[in-house]
């Protein structure tokens, strides 16, 4: 499976202020995805980052407040932007080399917004 | 739309206990079904994958079992441990590649 290092681990921030994760993969792959999981909740996907062209977000997400790079097959920032308390949530990349590989995550941001 | 639901939502049993943890979804026209553990504020860990064509993948003490005509999976946890106390997340996706996830179980073993 790859292995995925994302940084930083936890982070409190100020209201208004914007934070940026990063992800890197031990390996190139094709799609890189970033989740949301807001306390007591499962995972809600946020957006596909993809290589060489703007990431796909979902419904109820939007570039202006999670924009996303994606400069290379190993590499992926989130950022999240002008942050409220509502951001309070774990933010999570995700990769899948392969159909028989599964999916694998980062050990996650615990963000805090104050 | 896909959906996915695990039952129960918590569970609390002694050392020892063997137990079986529920997963289910609307649509059977999956490609492949995961399972995860998530440790408090942590991410997530892959326990199992089973593809579309498979019925069953083990690894040590766990089991996960496929009937995609029912729409279900099952995860069998042998001779529980405390260590083993955490939420276990079912999660399946299509070709297109994008995992639904439950609401997880919340596991507890207690010594």
């Known amino acids: 499976s790859a292995v995925i290092s994302q940084k930083p681990s936890r982070d409190i921030c100020q209201r208004g202020t914007s934070l940026t994760i990063q992800c890197q993969v031990d390996?190139?792959?094709?799609?890189m995805f970033w989740y949301r999981q807001q306390p007591g909740q499962s995972l809600t996907l946020i957006a596909t980052a993809n290589q060489g062209s703007e990431a796909t977000y979902e419904s109820g997400f939007v570039i202006d407040k999670f924009p996303i790079s994606r400069p290379n097959l190993t590499f992926s920032t989130l950022t999240v932007s002008n942050m409220s308390p509502e951001d309070s949530s774990i933010y999570l990349c995700?990769?899948?080399?392969?159909?028989?590989?599964?999916?694998?995550f980062g050990s996650g941001t615990r963000l805090t917004v104050v | 739309k896909q959906e996915v639901t695990q039952i129960p939502a918590a569970l609390s049993v002694p050392e020892g206990e063997n137990l079986v943890l529920n997963c289910s979804f609307t649509?059977?026209?999956?490609?492949?079904l995961q399972w995860f553990r998530q440790d408090p504020g942590k991410g997530l860990t892959s326990l199992l994958l089973?593809?579309?064509?498979?019925r069953e993948q083990t690894s040590g003490r766990l089991n996960a079992s496929l009937d995609k005509s029912s729409g279900r999976s099952t995860l069998y946890i042998a001779a529980s441990q405390p260590g083993d106390s955490a939420t276990y997340l079912c999660a399946v996706y299509n070709q297109g590649g994008k995992l639904i996830f439950g609401q997880g179980t919340e596991l507890s073993v207690k010594p």
């Open positions: 995700s990769v899948v080399r392969d159909s028989t590989d599964g999916y694998t």
């Open positions: 089973i593809q579309s064509s498979q």
């Open positions: 649509d059977s026209a999956i490609y492949n």
């Open positions: 390996s190139q792959v094709t799609m």
